[in-house]
């Protein structure tokens, strides 16, 4: 039987990997235009605010997933600013 930290660490898994590849065009590409500043600094909030209920709740799956999914949403919103930084500098 899978227990639910199980369930929870796999979601969680999935969830975040689904970032990895965003963060690599981005870089890659060394372009954010294309990313809703908005959508991310909402999403980015609404990701640091599970992060604090699983902390408060001592969810492991919740905590690291979500931690992790942070710092990715944050270097994506990183990259947009520079990026957009260095193209009005010319």
């Known amino acids: 039987m899978?227990?639910?930290d199980l369930i929870g660490s796999i979601a969680g898994t999935?969830?975040?990997i689904a970032f990895l590849p965003q963060?690599?065009?981005t870089y890659r590409s060394r372009s954010a235009k294309d990313i809703s500043l908005v959508?991310?600094?909402l999403f980015s909030f609404g990701v640091f605010l599970w992060l604090l209920y699983g902390i408060q709740i001592q969810a492991?799956?919740?905590v690291i997933s979500n931690a992790v999914t942070?710092?990715?949403s944050l270097s994506i919103l990183m990259?947009?600013?520079w990026f957009e930084r260095?193209?009005?500098?010319g």
């Open 2 to 4: 899978i227990t639910t």
């Open 70 to 72: 942070l710092a990715l």
């Open 60 to 62: 492991m799956p919740i």
């Open 14 to 16: 999935l969830t975040t």
């Open 79 to 81: 990259m947009k600013f």
């Open 86 to 89: 260095k193209i009005k500098r």
């Open 39 to 41: 959508m991310f600094l």
């Open 23 to 25: 963060v690599l065009k």
